[in-house]
């Protein structure tokens, strides 16, 4: 059984080595443990970092792409390296690395594919009462996207088995945290979440800039993933709205018509006909939106057999030293 841990990484000479010394080197149940860290084009000696520890695998890009390809990336690499099990922390050692164990055994023990980290979110110190609501906030609104029971979506301490991170994809260049979730969900994954310890803040995050733009940005990633796995019912929602303001218009104007005074409400007739016009087309979209949601279903099941013949029908020579890819 190979774990791997990969460290998506951008700028993080300072604090990439307390992050990797804290890193279990043996766990019962794993035969061999490999580490790998995605250099998010950093400006600062974060491989060189890396390499003096004696990280396994480099993931190098030479420009920043964001922490969600940084994160596809690395499963990539982690998958063509024949691990069995993934676990993603962070270069900014917020997460305590003996917990990596914790997080994995429920899929040692199979009963889980996909294992979420939560984080004391209420009893951390750094958080603001404000971030600390909205964090609660997020993840409730991802637990009934995902008709899952994660309690704290946004953690980036999570492990996948081989088989969960084969069916992964991500689509926007914000974060994988949030979409990741709905899609495991959504696709009927077994994932589970277990409590966590989190280390005294090292640095501030920069993930985002503002809180309104963390906000924005994560609403904005949840409503895509749901509209990914359920666009009939989203554009259904949408087309009732004009729907039936029109229907309710046009009971208004009948109303009157059949009273005798419905001369005086043509604008009424004519808004009601529009309204309910638009809410016929955007059902009809959402008819072809389930379509290419049905279609993109054959297509990830498809890729999913590309990749078990790539990395599980492929052997990968095993040498000393880190080994680069790009």
């Known amino acids: 059984m190979k774990l791997?841990?990969?460290i998506p990484c951008y700028n993080e000479a300072e604090t990439l080595e307390i992050a990797l010394n804290d890193l279990p080197k043996q766990i019962d149940g794993i035969d061999e443990i490999e580490y790998l860290i995605i250099n998010d084009g950093s400006k600062d000696n974060t491989?060189?970092?890396?390499?003096?520890?004696?990280?396994?695998?480099?993931v190098n890009f030479k420009q920043n792409k964001g922490l969600a390809k940084g994160f596809m990336a690395g499963i990539d690499a982690c998958l063509r390296h024949g691990a069995d099990i993934i676990v993603n922390t962070d270069a900014d050692n917020q997460y305590?690395?003996?917990?990596?164990?914790?997080?994995?055994?429920?899929?040692?023990?199979?009963?889980?594919?996909?294992?979420?980290?939560?984080?004391?979110?209420?009893?951390?110190?750094?958080?603001?009462?404000?971030?600390?609501?909205?964090?609660?906030?997020?993840?409730w609104v991802v637990r009934k996207a995902s008709h899952t029971n994660i309690p704290d979506a946004p953690s980036g301490f999570r492990a996948y088995s081989r088989e969960a991170a084969m069916h992964l994809n991500v689509v926007n260049d914000y974060t994988y945290t949030l979409e990741t979730i709905v899609q495991a969900?959504?696709?009927?994954?077994?994932?589970?979440?277990?409590?966590?310890?989190?280390?005294p803040e090292l640095r501030t995050s920069r993930l985002f800039h503002s809180m309104w733009g963390y906000v924005k940005k994560s609403m904005l990633t949840i409503l895509r993933a749901f509209m990914w796995y359920k666009p009939l019912y989203c554009f259904t929602m949408?087309?009732?709205?004009?729907?039936?303001?029109?229907?309710?218009?046009?009971?208004?104007?009948?109303?009157?018509?059949?009273?005798?005074?419905?001369?005086?409400h043509i604008q009424s007739l004519i808004l009601a006909c529009t309204l309910l016009i638009i809410g016929f087309i955007t059902f009809v979209i959402g008819l072809l939106a389930d379509l290419i949601a049905a279609n993109r279903k054959i297509l990830e099941d498809v890729q999913y057999h590309v990749r078990k013949i790539e990395y599980d029908g492929t052997e990968e020579s095993k040498s000393d030293g880190i080994k680069e890819e790009f």
């Open 4 to 6: 791997m841990i990969q």
């Open 47 to 58: 491989v060189e970092v890396a390499r003096n520890w004696g990280v396994h695998y480099v």
């Open 96 to 139: 305590c690395g003996e917990d990596i164990e914790t997080i994995i055994r429920p899929i040692l023990d199979g009963r889980a594919d996909v294992v979420i980290g939560e984080r004391p979110i209420d009893e951390t110190e750094h958080f603001s009462p404000v971030k600390k609501k909205l964090q609660h906030l997020g993840s």
């Open 185 to 199: 969900g959504r696709s009927k994954m077994a994932i589970m979440s277990v409590p966590i310890r989190t280390n």
């Open 238 to 264: 949408v087309a009732l709205v004009p729907f039936l303001i029109g229907l309710g218009i046009s009971v208004r104007f009948l109303i009157y018509y059949f009273n005798g005074t419905g001369n005086g």
